[in-house]
T-cell receptor, first 114, second 113 residues
Framework: GAGVSQSPSNKVTEKGKDVELRCDPI?????LYWYRQRLGQGLEFLIY????????KSGLPSDRFSAERTGESVSTLTIQRTQQEDSAVYLC????????????FGSGTRLTVV | GQQLNQSPQSMFIQEGEDVSMNCTSS?????WLWYKQDPGEGPVLLIA?????ELTSNGRLTAQFGITRKDSFLNISASIPSDVGIYFC?????????????FGKGTTLSVSS
């Protein structure tokens, strides 16, 4: 597609449930990034994919968080046993050639854990 | 990990005024970028800087890559209501090719007409 697409745009879930967030990057973009943005805060790096591999997972806050990418395209961020502190906007970005050209962001998934 | 210090945290200005915000790091960066985020949207790239001392303009926006490679600033001239939003600096540390961008905490700009 023309831009980075994320779904769902909003998700309300009960504490303890698992959630899956999806990102469709721009076609041909080899790099894909996940960031978390808590209310009124900056962007917190979670994980980065180059192709289908994740050379940097250093930002994943706990083992409840995991992500995968298939076909050098779609990526899924999974949060297991959600907690209230997981409530945030989860932003996905893609780029062609790493950081040199900046990232194109999706509109994000707003996750609310109640 | 590396933190970027972005200031001011928020600004309230009148339409037509000029705005300046800046970002500093504790280590050398080889890339500085400035993004704007509108409510409910993802950040959008405004300006990218790749060389120390580089000064780049995009319409009413001007950004500079500091000579020390540890800072950058963004100026907005003659602000208009649609400039409202959150502005983020971002960068990549020197010798950290292949790592993700680090973002500042943002400057929230409010413009009254």
């Amino acid at each position: 597609g023309a831009g980075v697409s994320q779904s769902p745009s909003n998700k309300v879930t009960e504490k303890g449930k698992d959630v899956e967030l999806r990102c469709d990057p721009i076609s041909g973009h080899t790099a894909l990034y996940w960031y978390r943005q808590r209310l009124g805060q900056g962007l917190e790096f979670l994980i980065y994919f180059q192709g289908n591999s994740a050379p940097d997972k250093s930002g994943l806050p706990s083992d409840r968080f995991s992500a995968e990418r298939t076909g050098e395209s779609v990526s899924t961020l999974t949060i297991q046993r959600t907690q209230q502190e997981d409530s945030a906007v989860y932003l996905c970005a893609s780029s062609f050639g790493g950081t040199l050209y900046g990232y194109t962001f999706g509109s994000g998934t707003r996750l609310t854990v109640v | 990990g590396q933190q970027l210090n972005q200031s001011p945290q928020s600004m309230f200005i009148q339409e037509g005024e000029d705005v300046s915000m800046n970002c500093t790091s504790s280590s050398i960066f080889n890339t500085w970028l400035w993004y704007k985020q509108d409510p409910g949207e993802g950040p959008v790239l405004l300006i990218a800087l790749y060389k120390a001392g580089e000064l780049t303009s995009n319409g009413r926006l001007t950004a500079q890559f500091g000579i020390t490679r540890k800072d950058s600033f963004l100026n907005i001239s003659a602000s208009i209501p649609s400039d409202v939003g959150i502005y983020f600096c971002a960068g990549q540390e020197f010798n950290q090719a292949g790592t993700a961008l680090i973002f500042g905490k943002g400057t929230t700009l409010s413009v009254s007409s």
